[in-house]
């Protein structure tokens, strides 16, 4: 079975950072993707990490820890339109792809 | 430029009905899924197919069916056995092969029943 655990919600304030966590149980492991969802919108591919580490790309960076089955997606310097939902999926290598519940994330002024 | 349609955007019915959910990708990839989101929810995986003509339930198939014979569709039908279809449906698409290539979303089909 798989098991994938985020925060339901997040808020923080403008031109602040935030982290948000996503601990995962899951049959078989390859990666874990991070995607983005405005409201009533289609989510987009955020970042996708394979090794462990950090990857920073621009205000986003997305890190990664096999061992312990946890990942984070940190934003940094939090602009109004980062207000959305962030949803978790890691890859198991077949081709059934299973989220996490998401974060919603809300900044405020 | 290419992508995945869904419509229509909105969609109503009455219960009892069975409703089919369109979905067309131009972007040549192998692999669709169904995803079904609640408010304030994550997505649920309904269905998938890696290839034509073929296709797996996901974590709740129940009261939905699907097709896929043609690479570029994958229609999804609510039948009236789903208890509970009102939901905000997406569909998505990823190449088949490659280095673990990330999901293409439609911009989805809002249905409600009453």
């Known amino acids: 079975g798989q098991n994938i655990d985020q925060p339901t919600e997040m808020t923080a304030t403008e031109g602040a950072i935030v982290q948000i966590n996503c601990t995962y149980q899951?049959?078989?492991?390859?990666?874990l993707f991070w995607y983005q969802q405005h409201a009533g919108e289609a989510p987009t591919f955020l970042s996708y990490?394979?090794?462990?580490g950090l990857e920073e790309k621009g205000r986003f960076s997305s890190f990664l820890s096999r061992s312990k089955g946890y990942s984070y997606l940190l934003l940094k310097e939090l602009q109004m339109k980062d207000s959305a939902s962030y949803l978790c999926s890691p890859n198991t290598g077949f081709q059934k792809l299973v989220f996490g519940t998401g974060t919603r994330l809300l900044v405020s002024p | 430029d290419g992508g995945i349609t869904q419509s229509p955007k909105y969609l109503f019915r009455k219960e009892g009905q069975n409703v089919t959910l369109s979905c067309e990708q131009n972007l040549n990839h192998d692999a669709m899924y169904w995803y079904r989101q609640d408010p304030g929810q994550g997505l649920r995986l309904i269905y998938y197919s890696q290839i034509v003509n073929d296709f797996q339930k996901g974590d709740i198939a129940e009261g939905y069916s699907v097709s896929r014979e043609k690479k570029e569709s994958f229609p999804l039908t609510v039948t009236s056995a789903q208890k509970n279809p009102t939901a905000f449906y997406l569909c998505?698409?990823?190449?088949?092969?490659?280095?673990?290539?990330?999901?293409?979303f439609g911009n989805g089909t809002r249905l409600t029943v009453t």
């Open positions: 990490n394979v090794l462990d």
């Open positions: 899951t049959s078989g492991f390859n990666g």
């Open positions: 998505a698409s990823r190449e088949g092969t490659g280095a673990n290539p990330p999901l293409h």
